[in-house]
């Protein structure tokens, strides 16, 4: 079966930092990927989907890029309401794979 | 705004069942695959279980096939998951999802979760 490896598992950053992280399938899931946003005693939350396109609501400084292996989420300024669990999940089969989460901490 | 409430998770015994139910509204399920995902006590996301728009594709992680079975009722506009012969390692949140339809999404919305703890 496709995994899913994220890294880092945790990064420290700053309120105004571009934040980046990525996520590796073992196998092509050319861009059946999405990424989820959690916070403490919630549901995730959709951000991208199709490994680029932003849900409706999520604010633009949330970005996805990347293609078949090699995937990534970017905050281009971190604002304190995004210190939060982010998991990548594969959907390019009947099955889903989610990543193991980054957590994103105050610096 | 899409609405997914689960119920029926609670304190069971090692070996025994529990059927968990998920009641959506504001949209119809009839026209979406419909997944079910847990989370332990600290730990990742990891996905469950899911079934197609007519209940004829059901597809499991390795670790619950042959234990749990996913059905759903269009006319209930409701999705089910059965589990037996739980485990320690079963205990949860198991969190309802709306997955695949015709957008190009998969999972893009979730209820609020409910708890299964699998305790002697």
């Known amino acids: 079966d496709i995994q899913m490896t994220q890294s880092p598992s945790t990064l420290s950053a700053s309120v105004g930092d571009r934040v980046t992280i990525t996520c590796r399938a073992t196998?092509?899931?050319?861009?059946?990927l999405a990424w989820f946003q959690q916070k403490p005693g919630k549901a995730p939350k959709l951000l991208i989907y199709?490994?680029?396109t932003l849900e409706t609501g999520v604010p633009s400084r949330f970005s996805g890029s990347g293609s078949g292996t090699d995937f990534m989420l970017t905050i281009s300024s971190l604002q304190p309401d995004d210190f939060a669990t982010y998991y990548c999940?594969?959907?390019?089969?009947?099955?889903?794979?989610f990543g193991q989460g980054t957590k994103v901490e105050i610096k | 705004e899409v609405q997914l409430v689960e119920s029926g998770g609670g304190l069971v015994q090692p070996g025994g069942s529990l059927r968990l139910s998920c009641a959506a509204s504001?949209?119809?399920?009839?026209?979406?695959?419909m997944s079910w995902v847990r989370q332990a006590p600290g730990k990742g996301l990891e996905w469950v279980a899911n079934?197609?728009?007519?209940?004829?594709?059901?597809y499991f992680v390795d670790s619950v096939k042959g234990r749990f079975t996913i059905s759903r009722d269009n006319a209930r506009n409701s999705m089910y998951l059965q589990m037996n012969s739980l485990r320690v390692e079963d205990t949860a949140i198991y969190y309802c999802?709306?997955?695949?339809?015709?957008?190009?999404?998969?999972?893009?919305?979730w209820g609020q979760g409910t708890l299964v703890t699998v305790s002697s």
């Open positions: 999802a709306r997955d695949w339809d015709e957008s190009g999404k998969g999972i893009d919305h």
């Open positions: 196998q092509s899931i050319s861009s059946w």
């Open positions: 199709k490994a680029s």
């Open positions: 504001r949209f119809t399920i009839s026209g979406n695959w």
């Open positions: 999940q594969r959907y390019n089969s009947n099955s889903r794979t």
């Open positions: 079934i197609n728009q007519d209940g004829s594709e059901k």
